[in-house]
């Protein structure tokens, strides 16, 4: 089974704060991660995902076998990034399981 | 086009009524995707068309009734909901299903349902 966590509900920060929003999940082979965000209003959009390793609006996000883990990180946040996140995780092919989310909100 | 598109955008209907929802894209994708998203929940998948045909039903009530008259169109039917089922419904598409290949899924606006 796959299942994907994501601890926090709402992260409120202040801009120009780092931000980190987590990801753990549990497969047992090899998975693919991503981002998703679904800002106000609009549609649910791909942020990231973990084998193209790119940063996108300044995130980044690292996969840890180890820890099986896929935390989303920003150095600066900005006032457009407050939105909701998902983490989601394919465990082969096109399924996705996606976590529960967490709304960011930024603060001035 | 590279959007997915989907109508109505609000829907209230009753317990009685039959409804359809509609999407639509025109990126040539093989595969759509049906998902139902409570409120301040994540995007639970109901079914998956690949090829127009069906592959994924998740356990789905028989009360939803999807169908892929062709490969940029995808309707959803209603008929006999409950007041459980008001959510939002979103629409996706991708290149392909992939069984071990993973494809980008495009999401739709979704249609915010309400039955009364």
């Known amino acids: 089974a796959q299942r994907v966590t994501q601890p926090e509900k709402l992260l409120s920060v202040f801009k120009g704060a780092p931000v980190e929003l987590k990801c753990n999940y549990s497969?047992?082979?090899?998975?693919?991660l991503f981002w998703y965000v679904q800002y106000s209003r609009q549609r649910l959009q791909l942020l990231l995902r973990h084998i193209s390793r790119e940063s996108i609006k300044g995130f980044t996000a690292d996969l840890n076998k180890g820890e099986t883990s896929f935390h989303l990180k920003k150095p600066f946040a900005q006032e457009e990034d407050s939105a909701m996140y998902y983490c989601a995780l394919a465990g082969g092919g096109n399924k996705l399981t996606f976590g529960t989310g967490t709304q960011l909100k930024v603060e001035l | 086009d590279t959007e997915v598109t989907q109508t109505p955008k609000h829907l209230v209907m009753g317990m009685t009524n039959k409804k359809s929802l509609k999407c639509e894209q025109h990126?040539?994708?093989?595969?759509m995707y049906w998902y139902k998203q409570k409120a301040k929940k994540p995007p639970e998948l109901m079914f998956v068309?690949?090829?127009?045909?069906?592959?994924i039903n998740e356990s789905v009530p028989s009360r939803f009734s999807p169908e892929c008259p062709n490969s940029s169109l995808l309707n959803l039917h209603l008929h006999a909901l409950q007041p459980e089922d008001s959510a939002l419904y979103l629409c996706a598409s991708s290149q392909f299903y992939g069984v071990k290949t993973h494809y980008e899924q495009y999401f739709g606006p979704g249609t915010r349902l309400t039955v009364t």
């Open positions: 990126m040539g994708h093989r595969a």
């Open positions: 497969y047992s082979g090899s998975p693919e």
């Open positions: 068309y690949s090829y127009e045909k069906l592959s």
